[in-house]
């Protein structure tokens, strides 16, 4: 386990407390995921999304959904955290 995220934020009008459990993964050799010069293609509510390989100094330059996630990533190294966010400020407890 990464992390716990407790997340509250407005969503078409309607509030919101989501909470987001994160954990580093490995994939199994031979994956099409594994491939770092490709896109991959997914949807969410109508909404396409494309996922990217990228290095984690990019991570400044990148769209990241919880914001806070930005942060942790770019730790090092990355421990174990409680992270509560509301809107865009949030704090991280090790």
């Given amino acids: 386990m990464l992390c716990v995220v ?3 934020f407005s969503h078409k009008g309607q509030e919101n407390h989501e909470i987001g ?3 580093t993964a490995s ?3 031979g994956s099409p995921l594994l491939n770092l010069t490709t896109t991959h293609r997914g949807s ?3 909404k396409r999304l494309t996922f990217s390989w990228f290095s984690r100094q990019r991570l400044s330059e990148i769209e990241v959904r919880p914001v806070c996630l930005r942060q942790l ?3 090092d190294p990355i421990q174990l955290a409680h992270i509560v966010q509301r809107d865009s ?3 991280i407890s090790y």
């Fill in 6 to 8: 407790e997340n509250f």
């Fill in 21 to 23: 459990l994160y954990f």
């Fill in 27 to 29: 994939l199994v050799p």
């Fill in 44 to 46: 969410e509510e109508g």
């Fill in 73 to 75: 990533l770019q730790s």
């Fill in 89 to 91: 400020n949030f704090e």
